[in-house]
């Protein structure tokens, strides 16, 4: 028996594993069922605009200092890192095709999601938590209100849409962080360095980039929704679900990032 242990508690940790990534996957299942319904049917409840509205804020234009301050940092520190092998080539002024092509295929969208991660993902489990232990979820049941509609749509749709805007704003500061610190320390002029961003950057850049922050918005809210909604044992387990949600959703993040870049390089993207 005692051999046997680490086998089942391996199966018992692998099928916890799929339980909790089925869960995600039925929830975004309702909240798309859900979106659909709120937005395009013409009968019945509409997608609460104004709760939208408030969410985007809070999500996405609060968060904006924050991400521009990160991918600013980036983008300098990549120029710094990147000058002196490219210095040994005469080739420094690639500096800045580097980092157009990082920043807008990569850095941009991915550090803008681990960002929102500590900045909304944590305090939407929070509050979804909260309304568990409160027990408004079934006074939103009691009164023939969908808990997925009122509560999760606007979340999902605002973290979606303002993490493709955030991205946006973090790909430019970025890119103009690399651009102070070329100008002021590599002798890269500003239309040079610009010159060089724009003959690197292709369409195809932007549109990953953006596409990849849209999943990424998808993948944060749901699981901070899924994670607290399922909260059990009052305030401690807001609190355990909190710390779940940032833990869990940098490691999805970071995979599903991998797979994203596996399948365009396949592609040829």
């Known amino acids: 028996m005692n051999a046997l242990s680490p086998i089942l508690a391996l199966f018992g ?11 995600v996957g039925y929830l975004i299942r309702d909240t798309i069922s859900a979106s659909r319904r709120a937005l395009f049917s013409k009968r019945g409840r509409r997608l609460g605009w104004k709760n939208l509205w408030t969410q985007m804020d809070r999500v996405g234009v609060q968060s904006i200092p924050i991400v521009s301050l990160v991918l600013f940092c980036i983008g ?40 929102l991660t500590g900045f909304a993902g944590a305090s939407i489990a929070a509050e979804m938590g909260s309304t568990v232990v409160s027990e408004e ?16 749509v606007p979340r999902v749709l605002a973290t979606a849409i303002m993490l493709v805007c955030v991205s946006v704003v973090g790909d430019l500061l970025g890119v103009l962080g690399g651009m102070v610190v070329g100008q002021s320390f590599l002798g890269i002029g500003h ?14 850049d932007f549109i990953t980039g953006l596409g990849k922050a849209a999943v990424f918005g998808v993948i944060i ?11 059990t044992g009052g305030a401690q387990g807001v609190g355990r679900a909190t710390t779940r949600t940032v833990v869990l959703t940098i490691v999805s993040l970071i995979a599903i990032d991998l797979v994203f870049n596996a399948v365009f390089f396949y592609l040829g993207l």
């Open 191 to 204: 239309e040079q360095y610009l010159a060089h961003t724009l003959d690197a950057l292709k369409l195809r």
């Open 137 to 152: 979820i079934e006074a939103l049941q009691a009164h023939a209100i969908d808990p997925i509609r009122f509560l999760v």
């Open 13 to 23: 940790s692998a099928r916890r594993a799929v339980e909790f990534i089925g869960g």
């Open 221 to 231: 809210s749901s699981l901070a929704c899924y994670l607290g909604l399922g909260v």
């Open 76 to 115: 300098a520190i990549l120029a710094l890192q990147m000058a002196p092998i490219l210095r040994d080539y005469g080739m420094v002024a690639k500096v800045a095709d580097v980092i157009a092509i990082a920043i807008f295929r990569e850095l941009g969208p991915l550090m803008a999601a681990i960002v």
